[in-house]
Structures are given as C-alpha cells and as structure tokens.
C-alpha cells in the first residue's frame, strides 16, 4: 500500500504542538508507508500510530521532528528468516533521506515483550538521527547508506558492508556490532564497553580494503561490541574485551574446537583442522557474552567439538556434521540437505526450520522450555535412542516397546540386556508439534507409558518400579 504519497509529490502531516507530550494529538495509519521518487513527507507535534512498516525508495524524503512514533499490530517475521520474533522496519533505500529530530520511538508487545523496530540505512540513502530515543530498536548501516547519530538513546549499532557511520554523543544500551566480510583485513584493538572518547575505524587501524567507515565519539556503550567475521575476511582483534563474538564459515571442511566464553591469550580460527575462506584470531582479548557459530553456502563436512554458543544457523548447505560436547543455546537452519549428529550435547531454547530436510541422530538434551516457532517446509527424519531402567538405575533388557500405539505407523521394539533400543520418527509441519505415546512392557509383567515428540531428549529415559 502506498500510503500519502500516491496523492500528491509533495504532502506534509503537520499538527500544531498542543504542549507536554500526552496532550499532543493522534493520528492513525494503517497499512506500510512508502515514497518514492521525489515524494515528501513530514510527520511534526504529533504522536502517530503507524500499523506496518515504513518504506523510503529513490530520492525521496521523510522528516520527522518532535512525535512520538509509535507501531501497531507487530507480526512475526517481517523481515523474513534473517530475524526472529516481533521486527518492524524504517527503511531508506537507494539515494533517499530520513531525518529524525526529537523524535521517540515504540512499538507494541509481541509474545508477551516489546517488540523491535529497526532503522536501517539502506542503498545510498543518508538516515539523521537527531535526539531520538529507541531504547528497544536498533539502528543499521548497511550497503553505502549514510547513518549520523546524534544526542540520542538506541538500543544497538550494527554496522555492515560499505556504510558510514558516526555517533556522536549518545548512549547504546546494547553493543555496537561490527560485520567484516570479503577482502577486508584488519587489525583492531582496545574495544570495550563503557565510555568511548573517539574509536575510529580504519584510521587508527591497520587495514585493507576496509568494509565501512566508523567514528564513535563522547558515546557511551552499555554492552560492549560484536564481532562477526565470514566470507573471506581476515580479522585481528587485540587487547580488547568483546561481548558477543560471531564467527561465519563458508563451506567449512574440518574440524572446529574450544570455543567458549572466556580469555583467548592467542587463538586464531585458521588451522588446527579447519578449512574456511574467514580468518578470526583473538589476541589477549575476553569474550565476555557469548559466541555464534554462522555456516553458509556449499558442501560441507563439519566437526564441532568442545564449545558454547548462544545461537547456531545453518543456511545454504548440503552435508553433515557432528557435534561433540556442544551446548547450544538456539538453532536456526534455512535452506540445508544435512545431516547432524550429536554425542553429549545440550539444546536450551530450540529449532527453527526454513525450506529444509534434515536427519537427526544421537545423544541430545533438550530443555523442558525449548520451542520451535517457525517450521516452513521442512521435513527432518529424528533418530531416537531408548534406555529401560529400573527404580534402581539398572537397565531392564527383553521389554517389549511400542512406539505410536494407537497410529498405524506403530513400531514394535525390543530392548537389548543393556536395556536399549532406538527408534525414527519422522516431522513435518503438518506433525511437528505432535506427541506419540510409548508403552513399555517388562518381562515381569510390569508396563509403563510416556509420550515422545520432536522436541524430546534422547537417549528417551524410561523408568520402571518393580
């Protein structure tokens, strides 16, 4: 929906300023905002209720300055798979402009919590905020946009492939993100949290080819800053402490170890049995946060063994991998063929499932609390390993399990004198939050029932008092 713009080239909402904030007036949209070409617009005085996202293409403008702009109606996934959860969006594109002045920006709840707007600088565009608060939304600079900030409150910087970006005299509440990606190689240093006086990056970094242009200056950054290396970046970090430290691997080979929260006196993603086009190397730098781990694009065959992450993803790959002494906080995995297993590891939050097939097998902990909130058209065939104990922890051999009683995919097992058994089952949206009943029947005439789903740990633990 073009919204205004259609009208007219030119069309300015002014409201006269009728005092202290819950005096001014509403206005109501519904539905996306775009301009485009030479379209003008200004939103002033007012508090606007925007339902969708605003969209700012070619050369056009939007000014906002002194409202309180507030969205409504946050659905999942405006974004698409790049994102989870309740993301609305104001966007510049191309060679266009938006500038905010005295501007707070809000959006509803979404599952219970404040959802996110981000602003992008998108194109060539140049975004200007000026004394804008955002306490729950990011900004971006992204392609060749142009981002200033100013005297204002967000909630996180993101900075990616050619941007520009300044930041003056303002408070990030969260971290300051940085993506290399390509040729760049870089060495940075003294990056922490708290008060930062002036960082600038390349000036006072060595580097080749840099990907964007930073300054920070008289701003203070609650979270500390990210990291994330991939493509065929090649990223130095030195006596640094970061929050959050992301490492991409495209179409890695080998085998990749010991990572975790916590100091690195010399550590470096090359070598050691790991082939990938990205170099990361952390020199007397803590990671304080959390790592991630992004896999993309190609054939792979992947060992991960012995680490932490917060988040996982998978896109863009066909092969395997195997996971060894691996806790994970949440998984993403867009557009793969694979194959995982896993040997002791642990799973906190969940899946989330795009365009994929997938067979899982192994040993794999799965929090009560997990949960998938997205599965599109995927489909994964899970291997499930079964344990019979007794009410003294022996296992039980010669019971006789059924697997889906009552369906007419039943499965009819026997455990073998260690008390095992495994079986498949297999998920697609149509099923994938189903639970299937288990019935276990003993030698000595003892039976006993639990459900199982996608979700559930394996090895499957039943007990038994006899």
Not at 85 to 98: P, Q
Not at 145 to 161: A, D, M
Not at 175 to 196: C, H, P, Q, W, Y
Request: charged share 20%.
């Amino acid at each position: 929906m073009r919204a205004f713009a259609a009208m007219c080239v030119c069309f300015v909402v002014v409201f006269s300023a009728l005092g202290e904030d819950d005096t001014r007036e509403h206005v109501y949209h519904e539905g996306d905002i775009e301009l485009a070409g030479n379209e003008r617009m200004t939103i002033e005085n007012v508090i606007y209720h925007q339902s969708g996202n605003i969209w700012i293409r070619d050369n056009a403008e939007l000014t906002i300055r002194n409202a309180h702009l507030v969205f409504e109606d946050v659905a999942e996934n405006r974004w698409g798979p790049a994102i989870w959860g309740g993301v609305l969006c104001v966007t510049a594109f191309d060679e266009s402009t938006i500038h905010m002045e005295n501007v707070v920006i809000s959006a509803g709840d979404f599952r219970g919590e404040p959802a996110s707007v981000r602003v992008d600088a998108g194109g060539q565009s140049q975004v200007t905020l000026d004394g804008v608060t955002m306490e729950n939304s990011p900004a971006y600079g992204l392609d060749s946009g142009t981002l200033i900030i100013r005297n204002s409150r967000i909630s996180s910087l993101n900075v990616f492939h050619n941007a520009t970006v300044e930041v003056h005299s303002s408070w990030i509440l969260g971290m300051i993100a940085l993506v290399f990606g390509e040729d760049t190689k870089a060495v940075l240093t003294d990056l922490r949290s708290g008060l930062i006086e002036e960082w600038q990056f390349p000036r006072d970094h060595d580097a080749e080819n840099p990907a964007f242009s930073l300054l920070v200056r008289d701003t203070t950054s609650g979270s500390g800053w990210s990291v994330r290396v991939d493509d065929s970046a090649d990223i130095t970090i030195r006596d640094s402490q970061l929050d959050r430290s992301i490492l991409g691997l495209r179409n890695p080979q080998g085998t990749l170890g010991n990572i975790a929260r916590g100091y690195f006196r010399d550590w470096s993603s090359a070598g050691k049995g790991l082939e990938s086009s990205a170099i990361y190397r952390l020199i007397n730098t803590e990671v304080s946060g959390h790592w991630n781990l992004f896999v993309y694009d190609g054939w792979w065959n992947l060992t991960i063994k012995d680490c932490e992450f917060a988040d996982v993803s998978f896109v863009n790959f066909t092969g395997q991998a195997r996971f060894e002494n691996v806790a994970i906080t949440g998984f993403q995995i867009s557009n793969c063929t694979s194959s995982f297993e896993f040997v002791n590891c642990a799973l906190d939050r969940g899946f989330d499932f795009w365009d994929t097939w997938l067979e899982m097998s192994g040993s794999l902990e799965v929090s009560s609390d997990a949960i998938f909130s997205i599965w599109e058209r995927t489909n994964v065939r899970r291997s499930y390993d079964l344990l019979v104990l007794d009410a003294d922890g022996d296992s039980i051999g010669g019971c006789s399990v059924r697997v889906g009683s009552g369906t007419s995919h039943a499965q009819n097992l026997t455990t073998n004198d260690a008390g095992k058994a495994s079986f498949t089952l297999q998920f697609g949206g149509y099923n994938a939050r189903d639970l299937l009943s288990i019935e276990v029947s003993t030698p000595g005439g003892d039976t006993v029932s639990v459900e199982v789903g996608f979700l559930s740990s394996s090895p499957v633990v039943i007990r038994v008092d006899q």
